[in-house]
């Protein structure tokens, strides 16, 4: 891995972060009529900024060790960023959760983990169908 990949993982996980982000409070939570759950559709527009950023990782991850570096270096900074702000605003992360709960540490652990999983996978099924396509 060279020294600028890690950055731009981490920029491009920083700002898929944050556009999904703006996703769901800009454009989601104003067309809520109430406390009624969000729409199934509104949440995959919501983590399609995610979703991309998880798949162009695995995509430019040449190896399994590759990719899950690749992964960390994606998913580590806006856990990070989302962490800190909580500790420090005392206001809830995300879903009505405080950045100094167990709880809280156990779901940003499990996505950070789910989220290397999908980097890894996507690393893989590249790599199996270039094999594929080219006969090796």
């Known amino acids: 891995m060279n020294r600028t990949k890690p950055f731009l993982l981490a920029a ?21 009529p109430g406390w009624n759950p969000v729409p199934l559709r509104w949440w995959v527009v919501q983590l ?15 190896t399994l060790r590759e990719a899950v570096k690749s992964g960390l270096c994606l998913l580590v ?10 500790l420090i605003s005392v206001k809830p992360v995300g879903h ?25 996978v996507t690393a893989l099924i590249s790599r199996g169908a270039l094999a594929w396509r080219h006969g090796v």
Do not use: K
């Open 77 to 86: 900074p806006p856990v990070a960023i989302a962490s800190v702000c909580g």
């Open 48 to 62: 399609s900024p995610l979703v991309v950023a998880v798949a162009f990782a695995g995509l430019v991850s040449p």
């Open 12 to 32: 491009v996980g920083v700002g898929a972060w944050a556009l999904s982000e703006a996703i769901y409070r800009f454009a989601i939570v104003p067309r809520l």
């Open 96 to 120: 009505d959760m405080w950045a100094n709960t167990v709880a809280y540490w156990l779901v940003a652990i499990t996505q950070v983990g789910i989220g290397v999983l999908g980097v890894v």
